[in-house]
């Protein structure tokens, strides 16, 4: 007995190992988790694999001995009063009874898991702000305004590994750091996934949704949009980079440093040059504004207008600046004067005005987008 | 039934020329054209999905812009649910109903040819919707998947309007054929034919008639909400005027999930036809089947947000909406019990219905304990929108409609042609289709878990093996249904002689009249009405 015991635990290891435990684990079962409710949720999710299992055995071994054994060639004698047997009779109730108390079982184990989710007194240590917007994340931390947008790595082809799953900026977060998610969108909806270290809602304009993580490993977590949300879907990759809170907090005094410097330099009163202008504008039009425009300010005819020679990009400076700080309400073009500072701004549109043989040779201040706004 | 005189004219044979369909009135030429723009659609939706299939069958953008790629997602789903499972349905109600009740015909002859007109027309608006955004200034494809959600579906160009316009007429069409049904079922009955001597088929379409009566006006009143969103200034669904996105989700899945009961239980009234006739024995738990249809009806009604646990609804309708799914596990349990004990101590022959029949038993029972895994709110937080969803509902819908139709069709084609279809051609036709099947769609579970998305054009090489896998065997089933198409044209074609009643386990348990009638029929099945003993 007990041999047979052993046996089967160590069979169950194997198989549970070659789910769980080793490179498998990822390519053919959930992630495993790096969070303690995914944790749970990854057992509810094996325990209910196993139920199901059990069930599938045991339906087709039913169904298989009858397909053997109750055939007409092997000279079977149908049993027309089957159904009218005990079993017959009853079934209907027996076998309700029986699923119930499955059903039971899974809804009873899901009962604790599912409080911890709905817990709305849960805390948190810091708070992180996720705006989907077609077709990128914005992150904010709310504790210390320090914010961003992670964008596509556009440079990897399909056979690089991470090929769809690798951003310019990651997410970074502390372990062993109780945060919690915000999520919204500006336009459809999207959904934040990343599956080993919080589970998903989704992010619905209108709506603040919430999830929390406590990543528990240091290390490189990734996901994608789950949602449907158009065009480029595919393409908004999430990757967040987990590090120690020591290492994080260097990390987040680092991009306020920076956020404040570029701040400064935006209001400063230096006169930018023409080639200073022209190449930070080129950096950021290309990152944000060619996902539509396309890189030779083309666009795309009938759906994203052409900034090369257009009458806009090259005609009155103001309205041009207008445009791109306020956006054009009822179409893809958003408002960007919260997204980028004067300086930014004021590089863009240098550069929209001179590249692609636009030469109007006007050289964009950040006062003058300042006076604009 | 009518007194139309050019009616009584031609009592003993169909009309002759185009006039026979166009102005037909006949529950049998009805049927076949049903039957036939089924598995026409089949083909359309088919080449969708394997276009689907071709690009993701290795990473990378092989030749689809996303938008056409999500717009092929579109009409795939919206085809294969409401231009072939449906139909297919009901040109099986409208050929079978009839005769097993002992009615020389549908009690709305008029309305029967109406709700099947309207079906090509729903096909070219769907067309069209494809068509229209190649045309330049009509924005996007519609790219939103079968589910139509806003805001997206606000943003999608013009091919939108024709979605809509198309599921209005498809719920036009399927409320007028449902009310025929129900009627007909109800009021038609040869005298001694009670409800309880009903062969299980006419039950399964009671139950799916009142269901569609009840949920197609919520679809159409939602997708109506979203053209009024679109073009004529109003806010019902967009946060910015007040309204709510979430409120279509909410009636689009009132709709959607009683919209799986549809298509599944008429092939479950097929197949618990097909069960007794080669098991030679009745079936098990007529009456508990009647009752599991009722409560799978009844709870199937109030279990629609287990699509939305991810929208941030509060405990308690989360909580409510679990259970309620994982109760729903109590009637499929008892109809899959059913089945397998009409099995147990039968007298089993292995004929192409039956194989399909035991198949679907063994697989949609799989469907039934993912379905369960899926119910379980937290874990649903994971699974949600990957393509383990995508793995379940076809097992679900595969096995649980589509295959039910092809045992249908083997099992009836001998009395609807009078001719035995080639039983070699059919076993190969039934290995080849449900091997395919199960390599096409089992390895999406594990991708699914690995963390890929559906509806994405192209993804990360970690999921590519089994994708390559998945696309393969899919071409394989793809082709596989060109057989089906052979099967059925030389046995309408000609054929070893069937006689009434083809198979030896026939009428065994259940009362049909269906069987009684010379194969073919004559063109108006009981022109009076038999007693039922
Ligand atoms: C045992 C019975 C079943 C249960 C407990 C069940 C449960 C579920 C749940 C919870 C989902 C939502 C998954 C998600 O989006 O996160 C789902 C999706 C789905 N199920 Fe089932 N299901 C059952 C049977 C069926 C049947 C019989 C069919 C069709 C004949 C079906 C078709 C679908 C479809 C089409 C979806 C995908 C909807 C979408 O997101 O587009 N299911 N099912
Ligand atoms: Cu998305
Ligand atoms: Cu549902």
């Known amino acids: ?373 | 039934m009518s007194t139309d005189v050019a009616h009584e004219e031609h009592h003993h044979g169909p009309p002759k020329g185009i006039g026979r369909w166009l102005f037909s009135t006949n529950h049998k030429d009805i049927g076949t054209m049903y039957l036939t723009f089924a598995l026409t659609m089949l083909f359309v939706g088919g080449a969708s999905a394997m276009y689907i299939r071709a690009e993701l069958f290795m990473p990378g953008i092989q030749f689809m812009e996303p938008d056409f790629y999500n717009n092929m997602v579109t009409n795939h789903a919206l085809i294969m649910v409401f231009a072939v499972v449906m139909p297919a349905a009901a040109g099986l109600a409208n050929w079978m109903i009839p005769m097993m009740i002992g009615a020389p015909d549908m009690a709305l002859p008029r309305l029967n040819n109406l709700s099947f007109w309207l079906l090509p027309a729903a096909a070219v608006m769907l067309i069209l919707s494809t068509i229209v955004p190649f045309m330049p200034g009509t924005g996007t494809a519609v790219n939103t998947g079968w589910t139509l959600y806003p805001p997206l579906s606000i943003q999608a160009g013009m091919g939108m309007d024709f979605v809509i316009f198309t599921v209005h007429i498809l719920g036009v069409s399927s409320i007028l054929a449902s009310i025929n049904i129900v009627v007909t079922i109800l009021n038609m009955r040869a005298p001694g034919m009670t409800l309880f001597k009903m062969p299980m088929f006419c039950w399964a379409w009671l139950f799916t008639g009142l269901l569609l009566i009840i949920i197609a006006p919520v679809l159409a009143g939602g997708v109506t909400m979203l053209l009024f969103d679109r073009h004529f200034g109003t806010s019902f669904f967009d946060a910015a005027g007040g309204g709510d996105p979430v409120l279509f989700q909410h009636l689009f899945w009132f709709f959607g999930h009683p919209e799986v009961y549809v298509l599944l239980l008429p092939s479950i009234g097929v197949i618990a036809m097909i069960i007794p006739t080669f098991s030679r024995k009745p079936l098990f738990g007529y009456k508990s089947l009647v009752g599991g249809m009722a409560v799978l009806f009844t709870l199937g009604l109030v279990a629609w947000a287990h699509h939305q646990y991810t929208v941030g609804m509060a405990a308690g309708p989360t909580t409510w909406f679990m259970i309620i799914t994982i109760l729903i596990s109590i009637p499929v349990g008892l109809m899959l019990l059913n089945f397998m004990m009409t099995m147990w101590r039968g007298a089993m022959t292995f004929e192409t219905p039956m194989l399909f029949a035991v198949s679907i038993v063994l697989m949609f029972s799989f469907a039934g304990v993912t379905g369960i895994m899926l119910a379980v709110v937290p874990a649903d937080l994971e699974y949600h929108d990957s393509m383990f969803v995508v793995a379940h509902f076809h097992y679900a819908l595969i096995p649980g409609a589509l295959l039910g139709l092809f045992a249908a069709a083997f099992y009836w084609l001998p009395k609807w042609t009078g001719n035995m279809y080639d039983e070699r051609l059919g076993k190969i036709f039934f290995w080849w289709n449900v091997i395919a099947f199960n390599l096409t769609f089992f390895p999406q579970h594990f991708y699914g878990l690995a963390g890929m998305p559906r509806r994405i054009v192209d993804y990360n090489p970690a999921f590519a093996d089994l994708n390559m896998l998945s696309s393969i065997a899919a071409f394989a089933y793809g082709i596989s249904h060109l057989l089906f198409l052979y099967i059925v044209i030389k046995t309408v074609k000609g054929g070893v002689k069937a006689g009434n009643k083809p198979w030896e386990g026939a009428q065994v348990g259940t009362t049909g009249l269906e069987w009684d009638l010379s194969s073919p029929p004559p063109f108006h099945s009981y022109a009076t009405p038999p007693v039922v003993k």
Request: contains cysteine.
């Open chain 1, 1 to 373: 007995m007990n041999y047979i015991k052993n046996k089967i635990a160590s069979a169950t290891g194997v198989v549970s190992s070659l789910l769980v435990n080793n490179a498998y684990a990822n390519k053919y079962n959930l992630p495993e988790p790096a969070d303690p409710v995914v944790q749970q949720i990854f057992d509810l999710h094996m325990m209910t694999s196993l139920i199901a299992t059990i069930i599938m055995v045991i339906v087709t071994l039913i169904v298989v001995y009858s397909l053997i054994v109750h055939r007409k060639d092997k000279g079977y004698v149908p049993d027309q009063n089957f159904h009218k047997s005990w079993f017959g009779r009853w079934a209907w109730l027996l076998v309700p009874i029986f699923v119930l108390g499955v059903d039971f079982a899974i809804a009873k184990s899901a009962h604790h898991t599912l409080d911890t989710i709905f817990d709305e007194h849960a805390e948190a240590d810091m708070t992180v702000k996720i705006t989907g917007s077609q077709w990128k994340w914005s992150y904010e931390y709310l504790d210390s305004g320090v914010k961003f947008t992670s964008n596509l790595n556009k440079d990897l082809t399909p056979e690089d590994e991470f090929y769809l799953r690798d951003v310019d900026k990651p997410l970074v977060l502390p372990v062993n750091t109780k945060v919690r998610l915000l999520h919204t969108t500006t336009d459809v909806l999207h959904d934040w996934w990343v599956p080993a270290i919080a589970f998903k809602v989704d992010a619905i304009p209108g709506y603040i949704t919430e999830t929390r993580t406590e990543i528990l490993r240091e290390g490189t977590y990734r996901g994608q949009c789950a949602e449907n949300c158009g065009t480029g879907h595919a393409f908004m990759p999430i990757v967040v980079k987990a590090v120690s809170k020591e290492k994080f907090a260097e990390w987040r005094d680092q991009q306020v440093a920076a956020a404040a410097a570029a701040a400064a330099e935006a209001s400063s009163d230096k006169e930018w040059t023409m080639e200073e202008m022209m190449a930070k504008g080129e950096e950021a039009f290309n990152k944000t504004c060619a996902a539509c425009h396309q890189v030779t300010g083309e666009g795309v005819p009938g759906v994203f207008k052409a900034l090369k020679g257009s009458a806009k990009a090259t005609g009155d400076v103001k309205v041009h600046i207008q445009t791109v700080l306020n956006g054009v309400a009822g179409t893809a073009m958003a408002a960007w004067k919260d997204q980028f500072n004067d300086l930014e701004i004021a590089a863009i549109i240098t550069y929209e005005r001179n590249a692609w043989g636009n030469n109007t040779g006007d050289v964009v201040q950040p006062k003058d987008v300042a006076a604009e706004r």
